[in-house]
């Protein structure tokens, strides 16, 4: 009797083993096939960042199929949904110029996730420009916008993001002679001249600076830092 106890208990120690093995390759896989998805949707994420036309319907739908299978297994993960946002808006980019309740699902969608992406890292300034970008998109410039704008600018007054969202918003909002340009004035000044200093958000001020023509104005912006790098870096000339 001893002895079949033996056999029992070791073939049972042997069985645990197993599953704790096969348990650990499986996590492993797991994080393997999770980690592959992130970078590809990522990696495509960051090309259309660079180059808009390049952006895909067919393949941004692939690229939320693959974000939403990631969510699945790491539902706790604030990066997945505020890829899985972005990546929404791009779709959103990606379809026709005209505005469609399917649109509207989409952008409805995004902000979920932005949310969701707060819940669990509240101070992540990306998903608070991420909400505004989504309120304007929807025309909904209101209360709760100006809350999203005001809580990226405490968390994130450095982050490139904020600068290139408040550059873009700003002049847009001055070449249209809207009331919401008066609302962002000073923020909108302040962050053109950082984020001419930051080399990760510099391309993008500049090239919202010239699809408003709005060079020479904002070189009188600047000329509250008469000695900053800014001025040089877009090409502000003193007249006498």
Known sequence: MNVGFRVTKSSFLQLSICAVAFYGLFCSWQQFTVGNSYYRVKNNLDTWQKSPSLANESLAQNMLKEISSAI???PDNALYYQLRAQTSEWLVFAQSNEMSSEKVELLNAASKDYKKSLELRPTW???WIGLATIKWKL???DEEFYFYLKRAEEFGPQDSLTHIFYSEFGLNMFSLRSMHFVRVKAQLKK???LGLLNTLSRNAVLKSISNHDAKQV???WLKKH???SSRKI???VETV
């Open 72 to 74: 699945e297994i790491f």
């Open 125 to 127: 300034s990306g998903s």
């Open 139 to 141: 025309s909904s410039l």
């Open 191 to 193: 962050h053109i001249h």
């Open 218 to 220: 904002v070189c009188v």
């Open 226 to 228: 008469p000695n900053s």
């Open 234 to 236: 877009l090409g502000c």
